[in-house]
């Protein structure tokens, strides 16, 4: 249950949603004195609200009940990848970005980390005959950095591959898919402010209901809006909470995959400042993949820095023209010590 349906008045869940409280794990773990001072409620007040969360938080935990077999045959029915048009990343990705999973992609300026975003919002709608989803894209945009150029580019190329793939295996698959078409396929949403960007993740859910093949939701950048002017970071960490919560449930519920563009920051660790991706060491913890792109001398390279079930490993990639590509360097590779 989302807290705008809890059975409290209206005042009450504005206030919740209005101190940061999206979700009703973060209401129960926080205390009534808490809930009291963030809301300016009486202490009567919020041990009420307390009650109603708990009881509404319990009932959708045993409503979401399953076996371990439930969730194994859900697991395998869930197999897709989007591929990143570069094997050597694809392939230690698994295949590629997985759906069903919430996956972090981070680097420095000028990486390639919004060129990635916009190729897997093209490449998940390469149709099923050609070992694509068939899908489509959500795009949010926190720092107008999405460039519609750029992406007609990316999928007139995708076009073009899709034409190629067919003259090499002699196929009878007429590629009916045109660049202008895989525009009206990606969902573009700009977002200016960190209430517009909760506002929106809590409408994915009945977007994505009405719009069941989505297959790809891209967030470029989750932390821009969160890094700077938050006075109150604790009302900051809530609200990171509700959204992560929000994107994982996304990405089982509706079988697609979740993916989350993120900076880099500094922090002083072992006497020096070391780069580190934005938003502290505990988000890592709300994503089920993490992989970090870095320079190695005058080479993009993508390292995989944290997975439940793939190895850390590193490979190479370029950014061209067409997209993103295998690396055109022939130097060898190099692991990204940590």
């Known amino acids: 249950m989302e807290v705008s349906k809890l059975p409290i008045s209206a005042t009450q869940r504005g206030k919740l ?64 990848r989007i591929t990143t048009s570069c094997a050597d990343l694809d392939n230690i990705l698994g295949g590629g970005i997985g759906c069903r999973e919430v996956t972090e992609i981070g680097g420095v300026p000028g990486i390639g980390k919004t060129q990635l975003g916009i190729q897997l919002a093209v490449n998940v709608q390469i149709p099923v005959e050609f ?23 990316i999928a007139g190329a995708c076009v073009e591959d899709m034409l190629e793939y067919n003259r090499f295996l002699r196929n009878d698959c007429q590629v009916k898919t045109q660049p202008k078409d895989i525009l009206e396929n990606i969902f573009y949403f700009r977002i200016c402010s960190y209430t517009e960007q909760s506002a929106v993740i809590n409408y994915l859910d009945k977007f994505v209901s009405e719009h069941k093949d989505v297959k790809v939701v891209i967030i470029d ?96 990639y370029s950014v061209t023209s067409r997209g993103i590509r295998n690396s055109t360097s022939r130097s060898k590779r190099i692991k990204m010590m940590i």
């Open 221 to 316: 950048s989750i932390a821009f809006h969160f890094r700077h002017g938050f006075v109150d970071l604790a009302l900051r960490t809530r609200v990171l909470s509700g959204i992560a919560l929000k994107l994982m449930n996304l990405a089982k519920k509706f079988s697609l995959a979740v993916v989350l563009l993120n900076q880099v920051t500094t922090k002083y660790a072992e006497g020096s400042f070391q780069l580190c991706l934005a938003l502290g060491d505990s988000w890592s913890h709300c994503c089920t993949n993490r992989l970090i792109l870095y320079w190695n001398s005058n080479e993009r390279h993508a390292y995989i820095d944290k997975s439940p079930y793939l190895r850390s490993a590193s490979a190479s």
């Open 17 to 80: 949603i209005s101190a940061g409280y999206t979700s009703l794990s973060s209401i129960c773990s926080a205390s009534s004195s808490d809930i009291s001072r963030d809301l300016k409620i009486s202490e009567t007040e919020a041990v009420e609200i307390l009650k109603v969360a708990s009881n509404s938080w319990c009932q959708s935990i045993l409503n979401c009940t399953q076996t371990a077999w439930d969730m194994l045959q859900e697991e395998q029915e869930s197999l897709a």
């Open 131 to 153: 070992g694509g989803l068939g899908g489509k894209a959500i795009y949010i945009d926190t720092e107008g950095s999405f460039m519609v150029e750029r992406a007609l580019q």
